[in-house]
């Protein structure tokens, strides 16, 4: 499993990460290069996806305000952090729903979703074959 703490400590690049409480829409926020900014009402699995998804920002060099690929990316590659190709086979051998799934990998349902849209097309026939088969 993905630790975003842990992530962050190793990070070495002197991120600080700051609660706040936004007044908008937002539930986090990075400058891209040593800030990030997480609200104060997120649960421990909404705190992991969001530090996720923030780093994978850092990560693709998104300094500013992102545009839609740039999100796309971001949220792609969050989804692929923290949902290895084992721990997803796991937890669809046994789940009924997708959010049973993304309890069992600690994430919200939107991270799983994102991580089923990014399969290869291999991946998606034996994910398709493992599950028919269970």
């Known amino acids: 499993m993905h630790h975003t703490w842990r992530e962050l400590r190793e990070r070495g690049d002197g991120v600080v990460l700051y609660f706040t409480k936004f ?3 937002r539930i986090a926020a990075t400058n891209g290069n040593n800030a990030i900014w997480l609200d104060l009402d997120l649960n421990q699995v909404e705190r992991r996806c969001a530090l996720a998804h923030e780093q994978a920002h850092m990560d693709l060099g998104h300094t500013s ?3 839609p690929k740039e999100e ?3 949220r792609r590659l969050t989804a692929q ?3 290895d190709w084992d721990a997803l086979i796991d937890a669809f051998r046994w789940a009924h729903t997708a959010d049973e799934a993304a309890d069992e990998l600690c994430v919200i349902p939107a991270v799983l979703n994102d991580r089923l849209r990014s399969l290869s097309p291999i991946e998606r026939a034996l994910l398709t074959h493992i599950t028919a088969n269970t």
């Open 81 to 83: 952090k923290l949902i």
């Open 65 to 67: 305000c992102t545009y």
């Open 23 to 25: 007044t908008d829409s």
């Open 72 to 74: 796309a990316a971001a």
